[in-house]
């Protein structure tokens, strides 16, 4: 059977978009993609690019305090949200234009269309247009998720905070998530009086529990209002605001509710099941080591499939599949030691187990130091970094790495490295410091703070 595309791609996200060009550029097969809204997905469009740049735009207003305290004669004015909207956005077409052109360089034709299956081998667009395809990719993604309550329909979410006519004086934060404390950072230093509801005892969880504990620490002292155990009961519009009735009776109004409770897999209304595509209790697209679904010609990858929701994981999800499926080389994406940010202010790094994970599996050292570093220390702030290391005593491996601090996402990059690599302990300290860093810390810690 004759196919119009050896492969066709649902969704232009992060996951999609590589796996495409791959395939078209390397592979040297007819590719067409189907993107609905914006090339470039979640990642590009309204996540990890977006808020990357908010972070930047918000560590200003600690630069000047910290400006003055070294010396600079510096005034911050205010922060001006409308000069700042406008020139993300303009970023933001920047790049949607350079993955569109990416693709079409490669060869892949591109509909700005929703496309849903009609069977294993064949996709309906909206405009009508139908097509038939040896492979299917789906990589539509994800959404955010907010539960049902009274007045949740007056929540946002992430999806719209990089699009507000005006920054708001009171904004609750509702999770305490990747998504939620980056936002309520973001927010706080942009000068928004920031309160962050979280149900649990402790924010991020699945990290390391005293870099957790480091974390909120630091947010409440920059200002976050961090309330744990504490959940939302209602809400209601009132000419004050959104009236919101909390769990603990911190009720109060705010200006903005935005709800960061986690991410759904954007598998609904695509035809999926009735194509015979198995799908999980949360909607996630079942997949087997090779990104392959129930339907041998169908696959997925990214966040749709619920595994590791990283940009970069869903990029080597892709890569394998075009490996796997068009160059004869059954490659499955390496899920092993991904290392993490967290872009807080400060930032959390982590790769490998949390001291939590690892004393479970087997007996540890733990090096872990906490301390006032020079720069801030310098400017009278009282922001302290943890450098912490997790050691197998029997094969002397670092089994994980945690970080908190500023640019720990760029630290935790280059001790990714090593960990993967299989370094122990000893190899770190060979590595002569690189003096005077915080990272040094790393290849300095020289007696275990506790075993385990
Ligand atoms: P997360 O899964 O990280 O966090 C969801 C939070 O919402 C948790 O604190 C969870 O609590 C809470 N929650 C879930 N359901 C409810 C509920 N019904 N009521 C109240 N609270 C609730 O999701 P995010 O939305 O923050 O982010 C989604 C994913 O996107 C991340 O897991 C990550 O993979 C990715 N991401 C990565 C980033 C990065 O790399 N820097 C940045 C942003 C997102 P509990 O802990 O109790 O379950």
């Known amino acids: 059977m004759s196919f119009d595309y050896d492969l066709f791609?649902?969704?232009?996200?992060?996951?999609?978009?590589?796996?495409?060009?791959?395939?078209?550029?390397?592979a040297g097969a007819r590719v067409g993609l189907a993107e609905e809204y914006r090339m470039g997905g979640t990642c590009v469009i309204r996540g990890c690019v977006p808020k990357k740049l908010m972070v930047f735009a918000s560590g200003y207003s600690g630069a000047f305090e910290d400006a003055r305290a070294y010396g600079w004669g510096v005034q911050a004015?205010?922060?001006?949200?409308?000069i700042f909207k406008g020139k993300?956005?303009?970023?933001?077409?920047?790049l949607e234009g350079i993955y569109t052109a990416n693709l079409k360089k490669?060869?892949?034709?591109?509909?700005?269309?929703?496309?849903?299956?009609?069977?294993?081998?064949r996709v309906k667009l909206s405009?009508?247009?139908?097509?038939?395809?040896?492979h299917i990719l789906v990589a539509t993604g994800g959404r955010p998720f907010v539960p049902e309550f009274p007045g949740h329909e007056l929540a946002i979410t992430s999806n719209e905070m990089f699009k507000l006519d005006q920054l708001p004086k009171r904004l609750?934060?509702?999770?305490?998530?990747?998504?939620?404390?980056?936002?309520?950072?973001?927010m706080n230093g942009l000068g928004v009086e920031v309160t962050q509801f979280y149900r649990g005892a402790q924010v991020l969880r699945g990290f390391d529990d005293e870099a957790r504990g480091h974390v909120a620490d630091l947010m409440r002292d920059r200002g976050v209002n961090l309330h744990v155990g504490t959940d939302v009961i209602s809400m209601e519009k009132t000419a004050e605001g959104i009236a919101v009735k909390s769990s603990t009776g911190h009720d109060a109004s705010y200006d903005a509710v935005m709800y960061a409770t986690g991410r759904v897999p954007n598998s609904d209304g695509l035809g999926l099941e009735e194509a015979g595509v198995r799908l999980g209790r949360r909607g996630e697209v079942i997949v087997d080591a090779y990104s392959q679904t129930s339907v041998p010609s169908i696959y997925a990858v990214g966040d749709v499939t619920d595994r590791i929701n990283l940009t970069p994981v869903a990029i080597r999800e892709g890569a394998a599949f075009v490996e796997t499926v068009f160059h004869g080389r059954p490659t499955s994406p390496d899920h092993e030691l991904v290392a993490s940010a967290v872009f807080t202010q400060p930032e959390l790094g982590a790769v490998g187990l949390t001291e939590e994970q690892a004393r479970e599996r087997e007996p540890i050292e733990v090096y872990s130091a906490a301390f006032r570093p020079m720069q801030t220390?310098?400017?009278?702030?009282?922001?302290?970094?943890?450098?912490k290391l997790i050691v197998s005593q029997a094969t002397r491996k670092v089994l994980g790495c945690h970080i908190v601090a500023d640019h720990a996402g760029e630290l935790i990059q280059l001790a990714a490295v090593a960990i993967k690599m299989g370094a122990t302990k000893e190899d770190f300290d060979r590595t002569v410091a690189v003096h005077p860093t915080m990272a040094e810390e790393l290849v300095t810690m020289k007696s275990p703070t506790r075993t385990a």
């Open 9 to 26: 791609v649902i969704g232009g996200g992060s996951g999609g978009v590589r796996a495409a060009r791959l395939a078209a550029a390397e």
């Open 77 to 82: 004015g205010g922060f001006d949200w409308d």
């Open 88 to 94: 993300l956005e303009a970023e933001l077409t920047r």
């Open 106 to 121: 490669a060869g892949v034709e591109i509909h700005a269309a929703r496309a849903t299956l009609s069977d294993a081998h």
């Open 127 to 134: 405009t009508g247009e139908e097509f038939t395809a040896k």
């Open 172 to 186: 609750l934060i509702v999770g305490g998530g990747f998504i939620a404390c980056e936002f309520a950072c973001i």
């Open 377 to 387: 220390l310098f400017a009278g702030r009282d922001d302290r970094v943890l450098m």
